[in-house]
């Protein structure tokens, strides 16, 4: 199975951030939205990186309360990992295990079309195997 086929079902919408923002502006975006990561906007509105509650977190562990004043630039992960719609979901989980992220944001040449969550590929998973339970029972019954 594709990316693509995740992210026609859960959507494509993509909340992002500027990288001049502020930390509790970030955590704000996250809590509002009731998800676990953004993707940071340059200047010019290109994606650059994810940031992630981890990521939060571990700014406030170092800086205290004060975390929440730096800004998101400070604070991002640098390494912006990405993947195609056309990846196929075995290698996405690979390919987030071996760079330790949960969220990987889904570009087309400069476009981001979307973004996968290890939570989403999960999910797909579990559909796809209970629909070859399901086939299997079916088979076996008939």
């Not at 990521?55 to 640098?78: F, K």
């Amino acid at each position: 199975m594709h990316v693509e086929t995740i992210l026609k079902s859960k959507g494509r919408d993509v909340v992002t951030i500027a990288e001049s923002a502020d930390l509790a502006a970030a955590a704000q975006a996250l809590d509002a939205n009731g998800i676990g990561a953004l993707v940071v906007n340059d200047a010019h509105g290109r994606p650059v990186a994810v940031l992630s509650e981890r990521d939060i977190v571990r700014e406030l562990a170092l800086h205290g309360v004060a975390a929440l004043t730096r800004p998101v630039s400070q604070t991002m992960t640098p390494a912006f990992v990405t993947a195609a719609p056309d990846a196929e979901l075995n290698d996405l989980m690979v390919l987030m295990t071996d760079r330790r992220v949960r969220h990987v944001p889904i570009m087309d040449g400069g476009e981001m079309l979307g973004i996968v969550s290890i939570g989403d590929i999960v999910k797909s998973k579990i559909a796809d195997m209970e629909a070859e339970t399901a086939a299997l029972q079916a088979y076996i019954v008939s």
